[in-house]
């Protein structure tokens, strides 16, 4: 009986150098949050070694066992014993840092499980204290901001955030000035477009502004074939093109796009996910097992 067995895939450019047996440093870092029981994992690099990691985590240990495929050499073993972890404060967002639950409670039957699942274990999108992730919540200018920041750090760099406020209405004692003042210096916010000078932080961000946040670090392709119904509407239609084309942002059965239509916590876990893929920071394979 064939059995398809679903890995997912952190790719953090791990060099294979010489034999099978030497392990060159990474030429980057990336932080995964091991839920409980057992995940399995590929490491790969940019020729397409990999090495297989297997984590078991409990409460009082967690548990690698590396293999690399293809050869005699024996798995190597490693246990790292784990102390008794303090409960630490939450941040001012309200949700807390801890991604070791293996579905959030509200999310085991959601359509974008896998994707929530798989933020959540990164730390990018975080669960509340009540143990939801409250997939269908409207997502904010500044959530959205705070989410995008912590993806690009993960794929290229992010220049540390200016003292100067930007917004008459995002201040450095926000919890959010971090991430705003980073994309606005980065480029991916531009100030021009809000009037005014005030960025409203705390409204829902419009599918086009996450496509003009965003389309600074699509790669350039053609953008003949994507059109859309309403395009007369779209302020940013390059943006959105660009986004939509690159598979980030879709538009709808009915050939709209709707740009200023709301993103929920579970359509923004999609969205970045879709990203990392695009970036190579992440993919899932299917391979079968007998």
Known sequence: MMKKKKWLAIVVALSLVGSAHSFASAEKKATISIPEGTSAYKIVDKEGNFVDLEFTYNEDQITVVVTVPKTKIDPKII?????????????????????????????????????????????????????????????TRAEYAALLERVLKMTSSVPQPVDTAVFMDVKPSDWFFGPVSSLVVRKNINPVIYSEGFFFPNEAIPREEIANWTAIDVPETSLQQVMFKDENAIKYPTDVKKVAAAGLLKGFPDGTFRPSGNTTRAEAATIIVRFLKMKGIIYEQNEQEI
Do not use: C, F
């Open 79 to 139: 246990t790292v014993p784990l102390k008794k972890r303090e409960k630490t404060d939450e941040d001012s967002t309200g949700e807390k840092d801890d991604s070791t639950v293996s579905v959030p409670m509200d999310s085991v039957n959601h359509w974008a499980r896998n994707d929530i699942l798989l933020m959540n274990q990164l730390g990018l999108l975080k669960g509340y204290p009540d143990g939801t992730i409250k997939p269908e919540r409207t997502i």
